[in-house]
T-cell receptor
Framework: NAGVTQTPKFRILKIGQSMTLQCTQD?????MYWYRQDPGMGLKLIYYSVGAGITDKGEVPNGYNVSRSTTEDFPLRLELAAPSQTSVYFC??????????FGPGTRLTVT | KQEVTQIPAALSVPEGENLVLNCSFT??????LQWFRQDPGKGLTSLLLIQSSQREQTSGRLNASLDKSSGRSTLYIAASQPGDSATYIC????????????FGKGMKLTVNP
């Protein structure tokens, strides 16, 4: 049981490039989330999903897109990367609104 | 605005002390509250989850309490050890909103041998 896995662990992007952050969970959780963590700040919700085919915006969705075609996977797409998207990105999952389990994170730098 | 506050931002103590970490929130209508631990460069590890109907939860040397009327939760760590050094983060799921957690900024704990 791997829990929540994220790839890649690190990435450097140039301004204007695009990429997809991968997230997979093997706990059969219906809820999945993407957060970003900036230094000295609390985690902010980017997008979340309450089940396959259902996604919704969080607090800071601009510049990101998500899809949820399966229960297990919840990829986060960055289009036209900007320096403001330099951050650490965490994926999490839960069974309904219960305890959330986090992945190890992806550290992204946009230069 | 629904907010979660953790004060102080950092704490340094000698090994063996019993610790109380504080978390305050602005709206008493909560769904649940979760305490996490984060080690440097790592993800968040869930420590305890308290449902709105509960007053406290215990796991080993950890005890978390919830007082909705005063908008407060405390995480009690008994007999602290150097291995407890980490950032502790409080997060609240509020009623009536989306399924999101609102996170505090965390408190960095250092336990000195």
């Amino acid at each position: 049981n791997a829990g929540v896995t994220q790839t890649p662990k690190f990435r450097i992007l140039k301004i204007g490039q695009s990429m997809t952050l991968q997230c997979t969970q093997d706990m059969n959780h219906n809820y999945m989330y993407w957060y970003r963590q900036d230094p000295g700040m609390g985690l902010k919700l980017i997008y979340y999903s309450v089940g396959a085919g259902i996604t919704d915006k969080g607090e800071v969705p601009n510049g990101y897109n998500v899809s949820r075609s399966t229960t297990e996977d919840f990829p986060l797409r960055l289009e036209l990367a900007a320096p403001s998207q330099t951050s650490v990105y965490f994926c999490a999952s839960s069974l309904f609104r219960n305890e959330q389990y986090f992945g190890p994170g992806t550290r992204l730098t946009v230069t | 605005k629904q907010e979660v506050t953790q004060i102080p931002a950092a704490l340094s103590v000698p090994e063996g002390e019993n610790l109380v970490l504080n978390c305050s929130f602005t709206d008493s209508a909560i769904y649940n509250l979760q305490w996490f631990r984060q080690d440097p460069g790592k993800g968040l590890t869930s420590l305890l989850l308290i449902q709105s109907s509960q007053r406290e939860q215990t796991s080993g040397r950890l005890n978390a309490s919830l007082d909705k009327s005063s908008g407060r939760s405390t995480l009690y760590i008994a007999a602290s050890q150097p291995g407890d050094s980490a950032t502790y983060i409080c997060a609240v799921s509020f009623q009536g909103g989306s399924e999101k957690l609102v996170f505090g900024k965390g408190m960095k704990l250092t336990v000195n041998p």
